[in-house]
Each structure stands twice: as C-alpha cells, then as structure tokens.
C-alpha cells in the first residue's frame, strides 16, 4: 500500500509524492509536479541512499530516500 504526501508552496508549485516498497531497498515514487513552468508526472525507481533524478523540458526533480523507520524524502531541487 502506498503512502502519499503532498505539498503546496506559495512561489507556485504543487508537489505529490506516493511511494511504495518493492524490495528491501527499492521504492517506487510515483510523482506530480505542477508549477508555472510546467508540469510532470513521472515514475521514479529509487535505491535508498542513492539519488535519482527526472528532468521534462525545463522542469526537473531530484530527490533521495533514507530509511528512518518508515522514509524521509529530502527535495532538492524543483527547479525550471
């Protein structure tokens, strides 16, 4: 079953992740990015600790899982 969180900012973009376990260390992050540059649904395989990353035009998402008793998502980077 997976979890989902989602954000809001007020410099214009929204930001939905849901996230479920395959493997001990494979997530699979399901994501939507809406923002005044665009927008973006893709479907990211992540390793923990490890970052993966997804660009469409100029729009782009990089982020990392950690395990901390269930997951921390740390967005760095929502950038257009």
Known sequence: ????IKVS??????LEL???R???DTIQVVTSVESSHGSMDPTI???LGQPA????ADLGLELTTRPSGGYR???????A
Request: proline share 7%.
């Open 53 to 56: 990353s997804v660009s469409v």
């Open 9 to 14: 900012s007020d410099v214009g973009f929204t």
């Open 18 to 20: 849901s996230v479920t």
């Open 1 to 4: 079953m997976p979890s989902t």
């Open 73 to 79: 998502f740390l967005l760095a980077d929502v950038a």
């Open 45 to 47: 395989f992540v390793r």
């Open 22 to 24: 395959l493997t001990p």
